[in-house]
C-alpha cells in the first residue's frame, strides 16, 4: 500500500506566505515612496521658501530704491538742462567774440576804397554789402576774405552797376560762413 500525501494545504500556505511577503514588500515599496517624495516635497518647499525669501528682500530693496531713482532722474534733468544752459552761454560768448575778430579781419582785408553798407551775422552766417569803385576792388576784397581764418568760403551775390553814380560804381553782396568753432575761437583768443 502506497501512502497519499496531501499537499494541498502545503501549497495553499505557501501561496499565503507569497501573498503575504509580496503585500509586505509592496507596502514596503509605498511606505519608502512616500517617505522619499515627502522628503522631496520637503526639500523643494524649503528651496522655493529660500527663492520666495529672496525675492521679497529684492521687492523691499527695490521700493527702498525706487525715491532715489526718481531723485537721480530728477537730477539727470536737471544736469541735461544747466548743460544746455552752459552750451548756450559758451555759443554766445564765442558769438560774440567772433563779430569783434570778423569785423577786425573784414577791416584789414579791405583796401580803405570800399564803403561797405552792411555787415550781419545769422546762424552762422556773415553778410557783407558795399559800394566799390571798380571791379578790382571787389576782386581784392573777395581774395582778403579768402585768406583770413574767420571766413570760410566767401561767395558773391550779386555785383549791380550804379550808373547814377558814376560810370564804374558798383553795389555788391557777399555771404560767408563762420569758420571757427567756440573751443577754436576761445584758444584764438588765449592765445592772442
Known amino acids: 500500500m502506497a501512502m497519499q500525501f496531501n499537499l494541498l494545504p502545503w501549497r495553499e500556505e505557501q501561496r499565503k506566505d507569497h501573498i503575504k511577503k509580496t503585500r509586505n514588500i509592496l507596502l514596503l515599496g ?14 523643494k518647499k524649503a528651496v ?9 528682500y529684492m521687492t523691499e530693496k527695490n521700493n527702498g530704491l525706487k525715491p532715489l531713482l526718481k531723485e537721480k532722474n530728477a537730477l539727470d534733468r536737471m544736469k541735461e538742462v544747466l548743460t544746455h544752459q552752459v552750451d548756450a552761454i559758451q555759443t554766445l ?3 560774440r567774440e567772433s563779430v569783434s575778430h570778423m569785423v577786425e579781419e573784414l577791416s584789414v582785408a579791405n583796401n580803405q576804397e570800399l564803403f561797405l553798407t552792411d555787415f550781419s551775422l545769422t546762424n552762422g552766417q556773415v553778410y557783407i554789402s558795399g559800394i566799390a569803385k571798380n571791379d578790382n576792388q571787389i576782386s581784392d576784397l573777395m581774395e582778403q576774405l579768402r585768406k ?12 549791380i552797376s550804379m550808373p547814377d ?10 555771404i560767408s560762413q563762420l ?5 577754436e ?8
Open 30 to 43: 509605498v511606505f519608502l515612496g512616500l517617505v522619499a517624495s515627502a522628503s522631496f516635497y520637503t526639500w
Open 48 to 56: 522655493l521658501s529660500d527663492y520666495e525669501d529672496a525675492y521679497r
Open 93 to 95: 560768448q564765442a558769438n
Open 148 to 159: 583770413s581764418k574767420w571766413y570760410q568760403e566767401p561767395k558773391l551775390l550779386e555785383i
Open 165 to 174: 553814380k558814376g560810370e564804374e560804381i558798383k553795389r555788391f553782396s557777399i
Open 179 to 183: 569758420l571757427l568753432s567756440s573751443s
Open 185 to 192: 575761437l576761445k584758444k584764438e583768443t588765449d592765445n592772442g
